[in-house]
């Protein structure tokens, strides 16, 4: 393949479509107490939520190494592409994208062309597929970008967490901090908002925080074709829930998929926090667009 596609352990992509178009992922650290190790490899979400269960005991994350993405770069080229793309969660969220850019500038920017997809979970993982297919269909590498930043910025992801105690923890509340204020009681809708997370509205209930959930990812959702990932840590039937509500919802499904949050994300967000990532089908910009849009970048 010319152009193949890496990305990080965020993207939580299902394992099948992982293989079916070769992409590569490179996985983030995961901080126990006593140990650390990879995400996805070595620490799963069933031992983050096992840790974040007992009072007192913290987990944390880690960014890989730019050696990790420089192997994992010239390991690709070497079997074969020609050029990458290699996509990643947000930099307003973690080091991952700096890591990547870093080892891209090693390895030779000509080669490797590295996308902030401004995002989390699927929400960077539907850029990742999208990428994946526009590169087993022969477009360049300038093409495949364009593809994942067109599908990274239709894409909307919504959550709900049972606390804010995680989010506040690792830092990655932003604003919703000053707007809930001291307000625990309240269960918030929260999105991520130009790489960030902010609060979208304020719920009584958790039972009423999910109905919003819902609705909100069925207006985001639109009239046309869409895909769709229900997400949760440690909360599988409020997951399954919000799946069989989404089927019902959405008469243009094109695709949903329901996993687990990886120990990275989950880290975050605690155990039963749950999320829908809404990915209606992008306009994709003509290959000359591309072109044009890597110049003036």
């Known amino acids: ?9 965020t993207a939580y992509l299902p394992g099948e479509l992982l293989e079916q178009y070769g992409i590569d992922v490179v996985p983030l650290y995961v901080i ?10 070595e620490i ?3 031992e983050v939520a096992r840790t974040l269960a007992v009072r007192g005991q913290q987990v944390s994350t880690s960014r890989p190494t730019t050696g990790d993405f420089v192997a994992a770069y010239r390991h690709r080229l070497d079997s074969g592409a020609e050029r990458l793309v290699s996509i990643h969660l947000s930099s307003e969220l973690s080091g991952t994208w700096d890591a990547a850019r870093l080892a891209a500038s090693q390895v030779g920017e000509h080669l490797v062309t590295v996308v902030d997809s401004r995002s989390a ?23 495949v970008a364009a593809v994942a930043r067109a599908t990274a910025a239709a894409t909307r992801t919504f959550f709900v967490v049972d606390s804010l105690e995680y989010l506040r923890r690792g830092g990655r509340l932003g604003s919703a901090a000053a707007v809930l204020g001291s307000a625990l009681s309240v269960k918030p809708l929260l999105h991520v908002q130009e790489g960030r997370v902010v609060s979208l509205e304020k719920v009584r209930t958790f039972s009423r925080a999910l109905n919003r959930l819902v609705q909100r990812a069925v207006e985001a959702a639109g ?4 895909s769709v990932a229900v997400h949760h840590l440690a909360a599988p039937e409020r997951a399954e829930r919000l799946a069989a509500e989404l089927r019902e919802r959405l008469p243009r499904l094109r695709e ?4 687990e949050l990886g120990a990275a994300i989950g880290a975050h967000v ?12 992008a306009e994709q910009p003509a290959e000359g667009a591309a072109h044009e849009e890597q110049q003036a970048g």
């Open 256 to 259: 949903l998929y329901v996993s």
């Open 1 to 9: 393949m010319p152009v193949a596609v890496v990305t990080d352990s």
């Open 44 to 46: 799963g979400p069933e």
């Open 223 to 226: 009239e046309g074709p869409v």
């Open 121 to 143: 979970a699927m929400g960077g993982g539907f850029a990742v597929l999208a990428a994946a297919r526009a590169a087993a269909e022969g477009a360049d590498m300038a093409s």
């Open 32 to 41: 126990l107490p006593g140990r650390s190790g990879r995400e996805g490899l």
């Open 270 to 281: 605690g155990p039963g926090a749950v999320g829908i990532v809404v990915s209606p089908e």
